[in-house]
């Protein structure tokens, strides 16, 4: 488990389609090769008023990692994050008398992934509710676990392949935790920033 | 034994001869009657030149009788150790290995002649005076064994280098006891695994933390395997069998600059990247960065 940056893609006008041949064009050029595909999914549960004060669990699935749920927690003050194996799914239906879905938030990213050396990289289409949103690009660099140390070579690497897109600053949510460790958890963070974004802009939303 | 050696000679060269000479008979009989014999009485001159033959034969029959009752014959069976189990190899490709095993053993029976013939001639002219100006206790220093140096000398050198470097931890076992296998942790950046053989470095593996200790696996990650590499070449550079533990100290120096490994841009074209990896090189002299492609 390496750094990943998740970085969007700038649409330009093209559809998600387009864009996802575009930047797989573009990598395959460089040598990558496809293994397979990826998803990433979040669904959103949101306490019933009778709870008190009101907190949002975001659950989310890596297909990277295939055994795990993860879920953020969100009291308002600080955001508790949660991996566990497979059964929290079933927690979850087992709570739904206290935690209800918002079926409209339902989010997920999913794409090919391409190995490159080191580098791991996949080109999602996200979709809220079965809505066509953008494009969101991860890039994971393997080797090296401290994101302070390798975010000028990612930085260097996404801009090679994204072109004046590329990222100029490290993700908001890692501007803080650059001298740590990496973790699962916190692609998760990562994810769930760009879906919250793409929930609450309705108006980038394009067919695909 | 000289004198046996030089019978067993004639005896063999008389059986060469008698064997040369028979083979004349036959080939005559079997040619039977030819044009040089003429025409008047060819009979005879055949008979004639048969029973010359066979004369000859007979006087070499006689000289290797003769030969043979000169030689002495061994005294019991030889002893051949283990390689009489050689006779009993069933596989084709095998059943030469006596031949090689005789010109080996030749080889080195002449090795230790010539090399005893060297020790006299160098022993009589002496090399050492120079080394006569050191003090009895420097000279003793240099002329430890680098293979089987006590645990606590290489304990010792390992503490102290442990001591240089801060940001390096070093974790000791000793599978062989004379032999440390050391994990040497590199910041958070990568380990490395070195096995030692007495004072010298004899393998490197670079690894990432999360990988196995395991010493012959090769890492997961292509920039591991890259300076695992490097570290292999480094390794020979450094190594002086001489002043172990300056090779070993040097090449932990040059191993400590690699703490930038994702961090330092390649000197020479000042990118981070080339071919997906990062400068993997650090030259030996400065320990500056710079990829495989552009040192």
């Known amino acids: 488990m390496g750094v990943t940056i998740l970085t969007q893609f700038n649409t330009e006008n093209r559809s998600g389609p387009q864009n996802i041949e575009i930047l797989s064009k573009r990598i395959l050029a460089l040598g990558a090769t496809q293994q397979g595909q990826f998803l990433v999914d979040c669904e ?10 009101q907190r949002t669990v975001h659950v989310l699935h890596n297909s990277e990692q295939p055994a795990t749920v993860f879920s953020l927690l969100e009291t308002g003050a600080k955001t508790i ?44 289409t996200v979709t809220v509710s079965s809505n066509f949103k953008g494009v969101l690009v991860e890039v994971e660099y393997r080797p090296c676990v401290v994101p302070a140390m390798c975010w000028d070579l990612l930085k260097e690497f996404l801009q090679g392949f994204l072109g004046l897109s590329g990222p100029t600053t490290p993700p908001t949510y890692l501007q803080n935790r650059m001298q740590e460790n990496y973790s699962p958890i916190d692609t998760i963070h990562q994810y769930l920033e760009h879906f919250t974004m793409f929930r609450k802009s309705p108006g980038i939303g394009m067919r695909p | 034994m000289e004198r046996d050696i030089e019978q067993l000679n004639s005896a063999l060269s008389a059986i060469k001869v008698l064997r040369s000479n028979v083979r004349n008979v036959f080939d005559s009989v079997s040619n039977g009657l030819r044009a040089d014999h003429g025409d008047e009485g060819k009979e005879s001159k055949f008979v004639h030149e048969l029973q010359e033959l066979l004369t000859t034969v007979n006087n070499n029959l006689r000289d290797v009788e003769n030969a043979v009752s000169n030689l002495t014959p061994p005294p019991g069976a030889f002893s051949l150790g283990n390689t009489t189990y050689l006779s009993q190899e069933t596989t084709q490709e095998r059943q030469a290995l006596y031949g090689q095993l005789v010109n080996s053993y030749k080889w080195t029976d002449k090795i230790r002649e010539y090399s005893a013939v060297a020790g006299n001639i160098l022993a009589a002219n002496s090399f ?22 006590p645990p606590e000398v290489i304990e010792n050198l390992i503490t102290s280098i ?12 000793r599978p062989l006891v004379p032999n440390p296998v050391i994990q040497v942790s590199l910041g958070r950046v990568l380990k490395a695994i070195i096995a030692f053989k007495g004072l010298m470095i004899e393998w490197v593996a670079v690894k990432a933390h999360a990988e196995s200790n395991d010493l012959w696996a090769e890492s997961r ?49 000042g990118n981070h990247l080339h071919t997906t990896l990062p400068p993997t090189w650090r030259d030996l002299r400065t320990l500056e960065p710079y990829h495989e492609e552009c040192k």
């Not at chain 1, 879905?101 to 989010?107: A, F, L, V, W």
């Not at chain 2, 070449?233 to 002043?243: I, K, T, V």
């Open chain 2, 128 to 149: 050492n005076k120079t080394y006569k100006t050191f003090s009895t206790t420097k000279r003793r220093k240099t002329q430890t064994s680098n293979h089987n140096v």
């Open chain 1, 81 to 124: 994050p949660l991996a566990t194996d497979g059964l929290f799914d079933l927690l979850m239906m087992k709570m739904s008398h206290f935690y209800t879905s918002k079926k409209q938030t339902k989010s997920e990213s999913k794409g090919p992934r391409y190995e490159i050396g080191d580098f791991c990289v996949k080109l999602g």
């Open chain 2, 162 to 173: 442990d001591r240089l470097f801060p940001d390096v931890t070093f974790t000791t076992n």
């Open chain 1, 44 to 53: 959103t549960y949101t306490s019933v008023p009778q709870l008190g004060h």
């Open chain 2, 221 to 269: 990650y292509k920039v591991f395997r890259k300076v695992t590499e490097n570290c292999h070449a480094a390794m020979c550079h450094f190594h002086s069998p001489m002043m172990p533990e300056l090779a070993v100290r040097s090449f932990m120096h040059w191993f400590h600059s690699y703490n930038t490994l994702f961090s330092a841009p390649c000197k020479r074209c």
